[in-house]
C-alpha cells in the first residue's frame, strides 16, 4: 500500500513539473507576441502626430459603425476634424491613418469635404503625389467620388491635376485615379485634362474647348505637319507604356487606343494587334474597345487572330449579350479564314445543348436569337447578299462591319468573304432550323427571334418549320378566344413576323409557306380579318402569285363582312389595303 502511494506521489510530482513546464513555454509565448506589438507601437510613437492618429483610429472605429445615427455621425465627425485639421497631408502618407481621412471625406458634410480637399490643395501638387501611393491612393478616389457634384470641388480638383495627367495615365497606381476622374466627373469639366494626352502643344495653347477633345480633332486643328506628327508620337507613348503595364481594362486607355488606331496606318495597326491580342476580352468592355479589337481583326494577321479567338473563349455568349460587344464577335468571324479555329472558340459555347445549361428550360441559343444584340450575329451569317445583310445594323455598326478595302502591304484575308460566311454557317445551320421549329410561337413574338426565324426560312425552307408555324397560327386564333388574350395576327410583332414571311414566298417567288397557310386557314380567314393587323396579313397574300386567284375568289365573298368589320375598328388601314386588293 505504501509503495503504491509512493508512486502516485511521484506521477503528481512528474506531472506537476510538466505543467509548469507547459505554463512557462505558454508564457514565453505570449511574452513574444506581447513584445511584437510592443515593438509595433514603440515604431509608430516615432511617426509624426503619432498620438493623434492613434485617438483619430478609435474614432474611425465607431464612425464606420452602420448603427450610428445622424447626431452620433456628426458629433463623431466634429472630433475627428477637431484633430485632423492642419496635418491632413501628412497624415493621409500613412498607411493605417489615411483610412481615418478617407472616413472624413465619405461622412462629413459637403462643407468638411471642401475643407480637407482645400487643405490637401494648399500644398502645390499634394493631390497628384498621393495618388502614386499605394494607400494614400484610396483618398484621392474617395474625394473624386464625394466631391463630384460640387462645383468648387471639382474645380480644385481638376486644377490640381493639370499637368500631371500624361505621367499619372501610365504610373502603375496613379492610372486608377485617372480612370476614376474620367468616369466621375462630367466630361465637360475635364475635357482639358483629357487634352493633355496630345502632347504639350496642345494642352498649353488650349482655352474654350468647342466639346469633347480627340485625337483626331486636334489634328485638323493642328497647323504645321510637325504638330501632328509630334500628337501622333506622344500618344503613341501612353499607348506603348500602357500596353506594357497591362490597362486594358481603364476606359480612358480603351478610348485614347481606339483614338491612336483611327488615325494611323493599317500597317502601324497590324504591328500593335501582336502586342494587344491576348487581351482582347479585356477591351470589349466598351464601346471603344470594341472598335480597337475589331480593327486588330480586320488588319491583324492569321496568327493575331487566332489570339483573339482564344482570348474570347468561354465569354462568347455574355459578349454576343453586351450592348457593345457582340460587334467585335461579327467582325472576328467575318474576317477569319480558319473557320475551324472559330467554330471551336466561338459556336461551340453557343451551341450547347440544354443539359449543358443547368436550370435553363430554353437553350442558350434561344437567349441568344432573341436578344436585340445577340440576333444580329445569326442575321449577319444567314443573309446572303450583303444590302438585305445591313438593313438589320445602324449606321455605326454599319462603319464596324463594312468590307476592309485592298490596302498595300497589308493582305487582310485570301478566302472569298462567302465561301467563308458558308463554312461557318454549316457548323451552325442545324441548331438554328432545329431552334425554329422547337420555339416557333415564342420566336414569332419576339422582333429580333422573328428575324431569325424569316431568314432561317428564307436559306433552309423546311416543310417541318412551316407546319411548326401553321399550328402557331390555327393555335393563336382558338388560344385568343378561350383565353380573351391577343391572337398571333392581332399582336404587334406577331402579325407582322407572318407578314414577312408570306412576303419572302413573293420576293424569291416561291409559294411553300403562301400555300399551305392558304389551304390550312382557308375557313378562318374571315377570323384573321377580324382585327386591323390581320387584315395586312391577308393583304399580303395577294403579292403571291401562286396563291392570289384562289385569295382573291374566298374573300370576294366575304367582301361584305369585312366591309362591316373595318366600320367597327377604328383603325382602318389594314382593312383599306386588304379591300383595295380584293376589288
Given amino acids: 500500500m505504501a509503495a503504491k502511494d509512493s508512486s502516485k506521489r511521484k506521477g503528481n510530482l512528474n506531472g506537476g513539473e510538466s505543467n509548469k513546464k507547459q505554463k512557462q513555454e505558454d508564457s514565453e509565448t505570449k511574452s513574444s507576441s506581447a513584445q511584437k506589438r510592443e515593438l509595433k507601437k514603440e515604431r509608430q510613437s516615432h511617426r509624426r502626430h503619432a498620438e493623434t492618429v492613434a485617438e483619430a483610429k478609435v474614432l474611425w472605429n465607431k464612425l464606420r459603425m452602420k448603427s450610428n445615427t ?9 472630433r475627428v476634424m477637431k484633430m485632423i485639421r492642419g496635418k491632413i497631408n501628412e497624415i493621409a502618407l500613412q498607411h493605417d491613418a489615411s483610412r481615418v481621412v478617407q472616413a472624413a471625406v465619405q461622412f462629413g458634410s459637403a462643407e468638411q469635404r471642401k475643407e480637407i480637399l482645400s487643405e490637401i490643395c494648399e500644398k502645390p501638387e499634394a493631390l497628384v503625389e498621393l495618388s502614386k501611393i499605394q494607400y494614400a491612393h484610396f483618398l484621392s478616389l474617395k474625394i473624386i467620388k464625394c466631391c463630384n457634384r460640387d462645383k468648387d470641388c471639382v474645380k480644385l480638383i481638376v486644377k490640381s491635376f493639370k499637368g500631371s495627367m500624361p505621367k499619372l495615365a501610365v504610373h502603375a497606381v496613379g492610372a486608377r485615379v485617372v480612370e476614376s476622374i474620367f468616369l466621375n466627373i462630367p466630361a465637360k469639366e475635364t475635357a482639358s485634362l483629357k487634352q493633355e494626352f496630345y502632347g504639350p502643344h496642345f494642352s498649353l495653347f488650349a482655352r474654350d474647348l468647342p466639346g469633347i477633345p480627340t ?39 480603351q478610348e485614347l487606343l481606339a483614338e491612336y488606331i483611327d488615325v494611323i496606318d493599317p500597317s502601324e495597326i497590324r504591328d500593335l494587334a501582336s502586342s494587344v491580342a491576348d487581351h482582347s476580352i479585356h477591351l470589349l468592355s466598351t464601346r471603344a474597345g470594341v472598335r480597337a479589337v ?19 473563349k468561354g465569354y462568347t455568349s455574355s459578349s454576343l449579350l453586351h450592348r457593345d460587344a457582340y460587334l467585335a464577335i461579327i467582325r472576328l468571324v ?49 443573309s446572303g447578299d450583303a444590302e438585305s445583310r445591313m438593313k438589320y445594323f445602324d449606321p455605326y455598326e454599319r462603319s464596324i462591319l463594312e468590307p476592309i ?74 388560344q385568343s378566344k378561350e383565353n380573351e388574350r391577343l391572337s398571333l395576327f392581332e399582336d404587334p410583332i406577331g402579325h407582322r413576323a407572318i407578314k414577312n414571311l408570306i412576303l419572302c414566298d413573293a420576293q424569291r417567288g416561291t409559294s411553300l409557306f403562301s400555300e399551305a397557310f392558304l389551304t390550312g386557314m382557308e375557313e378562318r380567314l374571315t377570323s384573321v380579318a377580324e382585327s386591323n393587323r390581320g387584315a395586312f396579313v391577308l393583304a399580303s397574300l395577294f403579292k403571291v402569285k401562286s396563291v392570289q386567284p384562289k385569295v382573291q375568289k374566298i374573300l370576294r365573298s366575304e367582301k361584305k363582312e369585312i366591309l ?20
Avoid at 70 to 78: I, R
Avoid at 339 to 365: C, M, R
Avoid at 440 to 468: C, D, F, I, Q, W
Avoid at 564 to 583: Q, V
Fill in 294 to 312: 475589331s480593327s486588330f481583326a480586320s488588319y491583324g494577321t492569321p496568327r493575331d487572330r487566332k489570339r483573339i479567338c482564344k482570348s474570347i
Fill in 564 to 583: 362591316e368589320m373595318s366600320k367597327r375598328n377604328k383603325t382602318t388601314a389594314g382593312y383599306d389595303a386588304l379591300l383595295k386588293e380584293i376589288a
Fill in 405 to 478: 478595302p485592298e490596302i498595300k502591304g497589308v493582305c487582310t484575308s485570301k478566302k472569298d468573304p462567302e465561301a467563308r460566311r458558308q463554312e461557318v454557317l454549316k457548323h451552325i445551320y442545324q441548331d438554328l432550323i432545329d431552334l425554329c421549329i422547337n420555339h416557333t410561337e415564342a420566336l414569332l413574338l419576339s422582333l429580333p427571334g422573328s428575324r431569325v426565324l424569316k431568314e432561317v426560312y428564307m436559306n433552309y425552307s423546311s416543310e417541318k418549320l412551316v407546319r411548326a408555324i401553321l399550328e402557331v397560327c390555327e393555335s393563336g386564333l382558338s
Fill in 215 to 253: 485625337l483626331e480633332s486636334n489634328l485638323k486643328n493642328a497647323t504645321t505637319e510637325n504638330q501632328k506628327v509630334a500628337a501622333i508620337s506622344f500618344v503613341k507613348d501612353i499607348v506603348t507604356k500602357g500596353t506594357t503595364k497591362s490597362f486594358f481594362g481603364f476606359t480612358f486607355f
Fill in 334 to 382: 467575318q474576317v477569319t479564314d480558319d473557320t475551324v479555329s472559330v467554330h471551336k472558340s466561338v459556336l461551340n459555347e453557343i451551341l450547347k445543348s440544354d443539359d449543358d445549361v443547368s436550370g435553363s428550360e430554353k437553350p442558350l441559343l434561344f437567349d441568344l436569337a432573341t436578344s436585340d444584340t445577340a440576333s444580329k450575329f445569326f442575321l449577319f451569317l444567314l
Fill in 70 to 78: 445622424t447626431e452620433e455621425k456628426n458629433e463623431l465627425m466634429e
